[in-house]
């Protein structure tokens, strides 16, 4: 089967790594001319708005996709228009806006931080005054990975925050003072079939995922399983979509969705019996869905900025790094490493952790390594 992907990154990357046991060619849509997916399938380095690329692609593919959610969503139209994409235009259309997200989150019953759109200045001065403070704002697209977004803690805040997120359609929440960040991430097949992985405890610094535990038996999995599947069967999704939630207590808050395979899942590739990468291709090529269990504690450290050496990662037992064959740059995803339990143990597990996260530079997590509770 030919897949076609809009993207060029890590994510298309491991994609087409985890479709070559599915017999699958792919083609990647990437206006990069140094895409680390090229190396993996062809690739038509071209604008996302390019109807020349999109229409080979459409011709030479049986399917298509997308790696990320950045990309305008006319031009994911107008590529639907000619070929069978999932997931749909319709589904991407609410997660890429912050605002028709939360709304969408609403109207499921999903519980959410307060929030109101801000348009203006003085739109977000009257917001403030419902929302309180603190307060995050965030423009409405594109945002990720921090950015797009700046903490108001006083009223003096907003102008320079108004000013720093480009005076651009924005949303503002309230803060919620969580327990933890966790995320879930589920697949739903062109059948209907769904499938969950065990939620994933995550750990950011400076807007960046850093760190994602695998959570088996977590107590609220059956009610984080409840909130993406109202999601799921609402957007009539087809693929992996994943859920970031708060948990305050016992309750969990929704954070955003992403309609797309996802950091918070990389851990899947050695932890789980079928990855988040291969199951996104069963669904969107119409094959039933692979096993989600996760037989053992697993765990991802990102590699952020510098890379690491290889000898060195694969030392720790049960440790497999991953290299996206990017050029080292501050705060860039440069590759990640998978950490599953050998059969020795939590403690032993978390020891090699702790020195996995020391040797990303990531020592104050390092540090706060503890048992799931």
């Not at 692609?57 to 000619?82: K, R």
């Not at 991407?92 to 109207?107: G, I, Y």
């Not at 423009?139 to 320079?160: C, F, I, N, W």
């Not at 740059?329 to 998978?338: A, L, M, S, T, Y």
């Amino acid at each position: 089967m030919n897949v076609g992907i809009l993207g060029g990154g890590q994510l298309a990357q491991m994609m087409a790594q985890a479709g070559a046991k599915l017999d699958m060619s792919f083609m990647f849509l990437c206006p990069d001319p140094q895409a680390c997916a090229a190396p993996f399938g062809q690739h038509l380095c071209a604008p996302f708005e390019d109807e020349e690329a999109k229409r080979q692609l459409a011709e030479w593919a049986d399917v298509a996709t997308y790696e990320f959610e950045n990309i305008p969503a006319e031009h994911v139209a107008s590529l639907e228009q000619q070929i069978d994409l999932h997931p749909s235009s319709q589904a991407l259309a609410v997660a890429r806006d912050r605002l028709k997200e939360k709304r969408c989150f609403r109207a499921l019953g999903i519980p959410t931080a307060e929030f109101m759109p801000v348009d203006t200045l003085d739109d977000l001065k009257e917001a403030i005054a419902v929302v309180g403070l603190p307060a995050i704002l965030k423009t409405r697209t594109m945002g990720y990975d921090g950015k797009g977004q700046a903490v108001l803690r006083r009223p003096e805040d907003l102008p320079d925050a108004w000013t720093q997120v480009g005076e651009v359609p924005c949303i503002v929440e309230s803060m919620v003072e969580f327990t933890r960040e966790l995320s879930i991430i589920a697949t739903r097949s062109r059948t209907g079939e769904l499938a969950f992985y065990p939620l994933s405890e995550n750990h950011h610094r400076e807007g960046i995922l850093r760190l994602s535990l695998s959570r088996q038996g977590h107590p609220q999995q059956s009610t984080a399983q409840s909130l993406i599947q109202r999601l799921l069967n609402e957007l009539d999704y087809v693929g992996v979509l994943a859920l970031e939630l708060f948990q305050v207590g016992d309750e969990f808050y929704a954070n955003e969705m992403a309609p797309r395979v996802h950091n918070t899942g990389h851990w899947t590739i050695e932890g789980a019996c079928t990855s988040q990468f291969e199951n996104h291709l069963r669904a969107i090529s119409g094959m039933p869905l692979g096993a989600t269990d996760a037989p053992v504690q697993a765990a991802m450290v990102n590699l952020i900025g510098l890379l690491q050496d290889e000898t060195t990662i694969r030392e720790f037992p049960g440790a497999t790094p991953h290299f996206y064959g990017k050029t080292e740059r501050p705060g860039r995803k440069v590759g990640h490493i998978n950490l599953v339990d050998n059969g020795d143990g939590l403690e032993a597990f978390n020891e090699r952790l702790a020195g996995l996260l020391q040797l990303a530079g990531e020592n104050a997590l390092a540090e706060l390594l503890e048992p799931a509770k």
